[in-house]
Nanobody, 116 residues
C-alpha cells in the first residue's frame, strides 16, 4: 500500500514562510514525479507545484516566484518551500504524484493558514 506522509503546515502571518515535507518509500519515490496540490475552501484541488524525476518543475501562476518545490532522493522526500505567503494561500495542502495524481486516497493533507 502506497503511503505519503505530509508535514509542515501551520498558522503564519502574511509575508511569512512555511516548508512542507512529504515522504514515501524509496521504490515509489524514485520512479515518480511528485506534486503538491491544494484545496481552497469551496473549490476543487489544484496543482500548486510539481517536480519530475529529472527535476523539471511546474508551478501554478499564483505561486511562481514565491514557492519552490524540491526533492531529496536520499530521503525519499519532496519539499515545498513557501515564502511571502498570502491569505489567499490558505488551504489544505496535499502531496500526490505528478503529473498524474494517481494515488486515490489523498489523506488528510496539511492545513496552511495565513492570517492578514
Amino acid at each position: 500500500q502506497v503511503q505519503l506522509e505530509e508535514s509542515g503546515g501551520g498558522l503564519v502571518q502574511a509575508g511569512g514562510s512555511l516548508r512542507l515535507s512529504c515522504a514515501t518509500t524509496r521504490s515509489i519515490f524514485s520512479i515518480n514525479g511528485m506534486g503538491w496540490y491544494r484545496q481552497l475552501p469551496g473549490n476543487k484541488r489544484e496543482l500548486v507545484a510539481g517536480i519530475s524525476t529529472s527535476d523539471n518543475t511546474k508551478y501554478a501562476d499564483s505561486v511562481k516566484g514565491r514557492f519552490t518545490i524540491s526533492r531529496d532522493n536520499a530521503r525519499n522526500t519532496v519539499f515545498l518551500q513557501m515564502n511571502s505567503l498570502k491569505p489567499e494561500d490558505t488551504a489544505v495542502y496535499y502531496c500526490n504524484f505528478f503529473p498524474v495524481p494517481w494515488l486515490v486516497d489523498w489523506g488528510q493533507g496539511t492545513q496552511v493558514t495565513v492570517s492578514s
